[in-house]
């Protein structure tokens, strides 16, 4: 044996696991962004949702194209 893992679920954790972490992190970035302007504080909640919006986008954009 190699003892390299053949579950299944194990592959899929860590592609959801990175997929979160994706979106997370175009989500902060805009939040920060915000932040580094000294925009009031709706203003960065909305950069964040706007972002987080804009990582989703974005990973459904990569995914359909690796189909």
Not at 5 to 19: E, I, V
Request: proline residues 1%; glycine residues 16%; positive net charge.
């Amino acid at each position: 044996m190699s003892g390299r893992r053949t579950d299944p679920s194990a592959l899929t954790d860590g592609a959801d696991r990175l997929k979160i972490g994706f979106v997370l992190l175009v989500g902060c970035s805009g939040g920060t962004i915000a932040l580094g302007a000294d925009a009031a504080l709706l203003a960065v909640g909305a950069a964040t949702a706007v972002g987080l919006l804009a990582g989703g986008l974005l990973l459904w954009y990569v995914h359909w194209l690796v189909r």
